[in-house]
């Protein structure tokens, strides 16, 4: 079964930093697109960002633009979210998605495979 994890959620200041990693196994993450997607209790799960399978494209929300940098890591089949100047606003579970055909943010129904989700807290 092909599966995605995702790690470095934690619980940090406003103003802080996180990297958040997202982690094939039994499939080679290079061929497919990959987005991460967040939801804050009692909210709608909301496209953050996505990067092309090439790497080539990256595509972010508004609400994270110039704070949030998408990375992918071919050889460690890792795809990597820098999270910096972190606010309360940013809180939730934090998803990462695979997707062979494109890279999408407005929909999250369009996504192969799912992790299982890492928690992002900020707060002081």
């Known amino acids: 079964q092909l599966q995605l994890a995702e790690s470095g959620g934690d619980l940090v200041q406003p103003g802080g930093s996180l990297r958040l990693a997202c982690v094939a196994s039994r499939f080679t993450l290079r061929y497919y697109a990959i987005g991460w997607f967040r939801q804050a209790p009692g909210k709608e799960r909301e496209g953050v960002a996505c990067i092309t399978s090439n790497g080539d494209h990256a595509y972010y929300a508004d609400s994270v633009k110039g704070r949030f940098t998408l990375s992918r890591d071919n050889a460690k089949n890792t795809v990597y979210l820098l999270m910096n100047s972190l606010e309360a606003e940013d809180t939730g579970v934090y998803y990462c998605?695979?997707?062979?055909?494109?890279?999408?943010?407005?929909?999250?129904?369009?996504?192969?495979?799912w992790g299982q989700g890492t928690q992002v807290t900020v707060s002081s």
């Open positions: 998605a695979a997707d062979q055909i494109g890279c999408y943010l407005s929909t999250d129904s369009e996504y192969d495979y």
